[in-house]
Nanobody, 123 residues
Framework: QVQLVESGGGSVQAGGSLRLSCATS????????MAWFRQAPGKEREGVAV???????RYRDSVKGRFTISKDNAKNTLYLQMNSLKPEDTAMYYC?????????????????WGQGTQVTVSS
């Protein structure tokens, strides 16, 4: 059973920064593609950033240049560094994983999900 545990959400003012973390097992971390999704109230869940086992990455256009996805192999932890946050970044952020190499933003293609962590950005 793959477990994903997110942390690091919170409330910040526009222009601020947060770093989200997603802890998982070593096996998952070494072979899976791992992604960050977000869902704002009344909106569909959307892909934000994804990284595969080779270190290839993909970002949603609206976060390019502001967000960085990375992995710490020693800690089996996925990160999302979020800088220059905007009110429109406010959402519940989820970590997701699937045992493949694709950099997908389709939520139904992911097999495992964390419980989510709330990010709120005020203007």
């Amino acid at each position: 059973q793959v477990q994903l545990v997110e942390s690091g959400g919170g409330s910040v003012q526009a222009g601020g920064s947060l770093r989200l973390s997603c802890a998982t097992s070593a096996y998952t971390f070494s072979t899976y593609s791992m992604a960050w999704f977000r869902q704002a109230p009344g909106k569909e869940r959307e892909g934000v950033a994804v990284i595969n086992m080779d270190g290839d990455t993909r970002y949603r256009d609206s976060v390019k240049g502001r967000f960085t996805i990375s992995k710490d192999n020693a800690k089996n932890t996925l990160y999302l560094q979020m800088n220059s946050l905007k009110p429109e970044d406010t959402a519940m952020y989820y970590c997701a994983a699937r045992d493949w190499l694709h950099l997908s933003f389709l939520d139904y293609e992911y097999d495992y999900w964390g419980q989510g962590t709330q990010v709120t950005v005020s203007s």
